[in-house]
């Protein structure tokens, strides 16, 4: 039957070839990822696989929800090379928050991750709904089977570790840069633009700010002017957001939330992110940014910060994409870009998964050095 003619959309409808038509929603609850269903969502792609045995690992649940899975495939399934363990991620938390977070990132896997090269997780399969009732979903490889381990914000890296990483983001930058792709790609948003979720970050979450207010250990590291004018700081960002609207340069593709949480640390040494939940149309100062400021000490940036940017632009000449960016603009940005984390961080709470003060200090020391909230109001 031709999904085209139900009453929901898939995400197959427009996929290329490889991919056959489904004609059932994806799972909306975790009991109904089962053999059978797992089975036939494979064979959209895999012809022939069948899953003989399936193991849930472990159940992981957050903003989005993480399946691992154990397989037994039969010798088509083998033959396509999809591993015993893989990772089934959807928006089964019952959120509804998390929904067009996952058919983003599905969007992404689906579109994206094998035409650019990009350090992210292998990819099996990825496909989504639209309509009444939205889902997305990605099975990846299990990267928690491997080895290597998690970022995470309470563990800063190595300038050196910072150096290897920003080939991967010259990577991803580099491959549509001022590509007619992106704009042919609608589901996309454009940074900063009106309407869109980035935009509005502050205004959706300044009531977690005034509950962090209240903390004792993020009031010590704070900056007099935040305590003494919460509001001040939505000023400040509506500036960075008018001056981000104001920028003619050409965007490209980026990850949209580079910090360390969103990362792992394979154990050949390479670093890979993960959750492409808000990848977006933008320019490549935001990840740069929210990525070095986030992942490094503040001694560790101070001290290497002008050299990585420069670093980076090499790299971006490596991946095809040299002079489209040259290092004053690129400074320049960087000063004003810690406004980004310094909203994103003060407005984290703890049980979400990432420390909230680790990167509240690095965001607001690096704010203080290069004057940024001066520097975005004073225009």
């Known amino acids: ?85 893989v990772c089934l991620k959807a928006n089964w938390s019952g959120d509804p928050l998390s929904t067009q977070a996952c058919v983003l990132e599905a969007r992404f896997y689906h579109y994206f991750r094998d035409q650019l090269n990009v350090p992210a997780p292998v990819c099996y399969f990825a496909d989504w709904d639209d309509g009444a009732q939205p889902q997305g979903l990605v099975i990846m490889e299990d990267l928690a089977g491997q080895g290597g381990h998690f970022g995470h914000s309470t563990r800063p890296i190595s300038i050196e570790e910072a150096r290897r990483a920003l080939d991967g983001f010259a990577g991803l930058h580099a491959g549509l840069w001022g590509s007619p792709t992106l704009d042919q790609n609608q589901w996309l948003e454009m940074s900063m633009a009106p309407g869109t979720s980035d935009a509005a970050l502050y205004q959706t979450l300044s009531k977690y700010m005034y509950i962090n207010l209240e903390n004792p250990q993020l009031r010590a590291v704070l900056p007099q002017w935040l305590l003494d004018d919460p509001e001040r700081l939505g000023r400040g960002f509506e500036r960075l957001v008018a001056h981000q609207r104001r920028e003619t340069m050409p965007r490209c593709l980026i990850h949209g939330d580079a910090h360390l949480g969103n990362s792992f640390f394979r154990r050949d040494g390479s670093r890979i992110f993960m959750d492409f939940q808000l990848v977006t149309r933008a320019h490549p100062w935001r990840d740069l940014t929210y990525f070095l400021v986030g992942s490094l000490s503040i001694e560790d940036r101070r001290r290497a910060e002008r050299e990585l940017l420069q670093h980076y632009l090499e790299r971006l000449d490596a991946h095809g994409a040299g002079g489209r960016l040259g290092f004053d603009k690129l400074w320049s940005e960087f000063q004003r870009w810690p406004m980004w984390g310094m909203v994103a961080w003060i407005t984290n709470l703890d049980q979400w998964g990432q420390a909230t003060l680790p990167s509240v200090e690095r965001f607001y020391a690096a704010a203080a050095d290069h004057d940024t909230l001066k520097l975005l109001e004073e225009g």
């Open 1 to 85: 039957m031709n999904n085209r003619t139900q009453d929901f959309v898939t995400g197959t409808a427009n996929l290329p070839p490889a991919y056959r038509a489904r004609t059932e929603r994806l799972p909306q609850r975790v009991d109904q990822v089962t053999r059978d269903w797992l089975t036939r969502t494979l064979q959209l792609r895999y012809a022939g696989l069948v899953v003989e045995e399936m193991e849930i690992l472990e159940v992981i649940s957050g903003h989005t929800t993480k399946v691992r899975v154990a397989l037994e495939l039969n010798e088509a399934g083998r033959a396509a090379g999809i591993p015993r363990q």
